[in-house]
């Protein structure tokens, strides 16, 4: 039913006023429409973004700002769209006239208002809903499209851009391009962070995703040290790319699915992939600060008490595992105070047979579960659930349940997860698992968890391969797994962490950062992997026994720390000495995982002393883990950064006694000095503000 009729220009449609209102609105938003101007101005406080329908009926962001000097604004030249859809032969974006339907406020959670705004084609072929989202105290705007199909008939989405804006590029502005490798062995990238400048018609280009090169996120900063960072929520492979147009006077930001062709029925929408952007001003921690802090606070999954753990974890013996092996284990792992007992690849009759084998498991798997239970530690089980072997009867039965690409991992065949009988029995499987074995914790792995497959006796369509195998395939699987076992925590293990993306965030507690590559190697990884994401989301495998503060602070700083050792085997002093780290680890971990990071020295690297900090806002104390990886120095100055320069504060040290009375601005410059005699040693730096 039509409240009333505007007359307004032939591009506006009619105004449909029957969208859910919210009950009462968070003060700390200003979401305003001007009727004249056809223009949503939104605020949170913090960030304030406009958008408009211009005279043509184009949709557009108008401005993106901080209200204050960090602002950014659309070129002259060009619409700047969250909108960039092709549907069949017709391509809509920023170059589109549109027809306002309908539009509303929502507030979908205490912290969060959106913005509804609902879009239609002049041929009435697609009706868009694009739904702009601010969170209290995030310097934030999240952006998402549904598309619903007005036609009579199928068509299918064959291009799609996440992140399709332009911003101005005025005369005498300068643009870097700030990023983070994920894991991969060949070639060999470990989160290593990269800073290039934007050149002219340069495009700087990068994938992300599963099997991609990059984490799913970038930072810009002009050469004023205003910056804009940007992430997107999609676990499957995106070309993303930033350029420099100074003809147009254009920054282009873009995130392209790199494969899709998704059906759209007659009259049916589809809630695509959503992707934020957010303001930041100063340095690349900056970036990640405010990148960090939008994630934790509105996008991951919520970590549970007394988080992250210590764990244990098999595969120091490889496959060689059995009852007696891991029961000696368990005793020790409780002895020493770990609390997550995680048996990995080998436990099962065979990839893709996922019952335990009996020849290792006489007892049964689930009586070592409950033992493990019994000492106090959550029980889990690797799971490569996207994987399986040739003689495993799932394939025996069901032979074109492959992907049409196989990645080899540990010999197997790789499973098409969007293949709706494939996930389901996935599912099945997977439920079966956690209820014979009271499952606490899935350790994910598998090689590329979004494959390639264009089968076309398959469910999905073949040309849709990227999108459906990771919309339809992984995330359904875990969601509808999740929902029907909600109290089971998952890991993020593909590959050493080569699915690094915001909707992996929400589906999982934590990830690897990388493969089990040693204290340096973990270090290098962490430090990295920590500007797009929180440390919780950065585990670590530790192999080496418990030896020196070397071995076990390289490991201390990010989320749940594994011990990959076998931990029978351990002398008495390395024993007694896991244990006592361990306990100062667990004194720290909250502060880690919540806090605000700051990479106060250069990444990590031998010849030098490498240092992480984490800063608590909220009672102004700080814990920097610093390591020594043979350096000639025995001693080195460490910025603690993020403190008030002129509060006084107490300095302390987990193995050195000196006490010291040191300035924020000291601390800050020249920093703290730090004791570190032996070649690899590794000390803990604590700062808290001096009692008056």
Known sequence: MWAFILIVPAWVVLLRLTAPRPARANSAFSFLYNFNQNRWDMSNGIVHAAFQIDSN?????????????????????????????QFGSKVYDGTTAFGLVNHYIQN?????????????????????????????????????????????????????????????????????????????????????SSQSVLADKAPVSFSSGSGGTDCAWMALADNSGNGLFAGWEFDG??????????????????????????AV??????????????????????????????????????????????????????TAINETTLRANADAAAALGIELFTIDLGWAQQIGEWVADPVKFPSGLRALSDYVHSKGMKFGLHFALAEAMASAPVLQLNPDWTSSQSYNYHGALSLCLSNRATRDWIIQQAIQMIDNYNVDWILQDGQNMVKKCTKTTHTHDSRDSNYSNAVDGINYVIAQIQR???????????????????????????????????????????????????????????????????????????????????????????????QAEIAIYKQIRSRIAT??????????????????????AAD?????????????????????????????????????????????????????????????????????????
């Open 237 to 262: 492979q995106v070309t993303a790319s930033a350029e420099y147009l100074s003809a147009e006077g254009s920054v282009r930001t873009s995130a392209a699915l790199a494969g899709i062709y998704h």
């Open 620 to 692: 102004g104390t700080a814990v920097a883990v610093v390591v020594r990886n043979n350096s000639a120095a025995a001693s080195a100055d460490i910025p603690i950064q993020g403190l008030n320069a002129a509060q006084a504060y107490t300095v302390s040290f987990q193995t050195d006694g000196r006490i010291l009375s040191m300035t924020g601005a000291q601390l800050a410059q020249p920093g703290v000095s730090v004791k570190l005699p032996a070649p690899l040693s590794g000390e803990i730096v604590y700062v808290s503000p001096s009692v008056q």
């Open 57 to 85: 009926g184009k949709f557009g962001l108008i401005q993106f700002d901080d209200m204050g000097g960090n602002a950014w604004s659309a070129p002259s030249l060009v619409t700047s769209s969250p909108i960039s859809i």
């Open 595 to 616: 806090g605000t990071v700051f990479h106060v020295t250069g990444a990590p690297a031998n010849g030098r002393v490498d240092a992480v900090e984490s800063l608590t």
């Open 108 to 192: 979908p959670n205490p912290t969060t208002q959106r913005q509804v705004i609902v879009l239609e084609d002049l041929n009435k072929t697609i009706q868009l809903e694009i739904d702009l989202e601010m969170s209290v105290g995030q310097s934030v705007l999240r952006h998402r499209v549904t598309i619903t199909n007005l036609g009579a008939s199928q068509q299918s989405i064959e291009a799609l851009n996440l992140l399709p804006y332009a911003f101005a590029a005025p005369p005498g502005k300068s643009y870097d391009i700030f990023r983070v490798t994920q894991w991969d062995v060949v070639p060999a990238t470990n989160f290593s």
């Open 484 to 578: 029907q076992r909600p109290k089971v925590l998952w890991e993020n293990c593909e590959d050493g962490g080569s699915m690094m993306t915001f909707n992996m965030v929400q589906n999982h507690v934590t990830s690897i950062a990388n493969h089990a590559s040693g204290a340096l190697g973990s270090r290098q990884g962490v430090y990295g992997a920590t500007y797009p994401f929180s440390p919780r989301f950065a585990d670590r495998y530790m192999i080496e026994n418990p030896d020196s503060t070397y071995d076990t602070r390289s490991y201390m700083f990010g989320g749940p720390w594994y011990f990959m050792n076998q931990l029978p085997g351990f002398t008495a002093a390395e024993s007694t000495f896991a």
């Open 265 to 318: 029925a007659a009259h049916q929408a589809l809630a695509l992939p959503a992707a934020f952007i957010g303001l930041f001003h100063g340095n690349w921690d900056q970036a990640a600060s405010g990148t960090r802090n939008f994630t934790e606070a509105e996008l991951a999954y919520p970590m549970p008490s007394g988080f992250p753990y210590v764990g244990w974890d098999s595969y120091g013996y490889g």
